[in-house]
């Protein structure tokens, strides 16, 4: 997260004794994840989804390629035969 020299602000209650806090940006922690960790599982994650959407495309593909073979079926054998039939 980059760093910025901004001073924050947060809404509090008006009631009661005022109260003055500083807050050093030494003292403040924050939870960043390890990049490199977040990363590596980035890549296994895009990994495993593009292996995922390839065997889709596949099984597609292949149900696709059915078909178009089975409506040529029909006009194949009508080739085939036609001139037997006629005979």
Do not use: Q, W
């Not at 509090?12 to 922690?29: C, F, H, L, Q």
């Not at 960790?37 to 895009?46: A, K, Q």
């Amino acid at each position: 997260m980059p760093e910025t020299n901004e001073e924050l602000e947060v809404d509090i209650p008006t009631s009661g004794k005022d109260v003055e806090v500083e807050i050093n940006a030494s003292d403040v922690e924050e939870d960043v994840p390890e990049e490199g960790v977040e990363l590596e599982s980035s890549e296994e994650e895009h990994e495993n989804y593009s292996k995922n959407v390839k065997k889709r495309i596949d099984k597609l593909t292949k149900k696709a390629r059915e078909a178009e073979d089975n409506n040529k079926l029909p006009y194949t054998l009508l080739k085939v035969f036609k001139p037997k039939i006629l005979l």
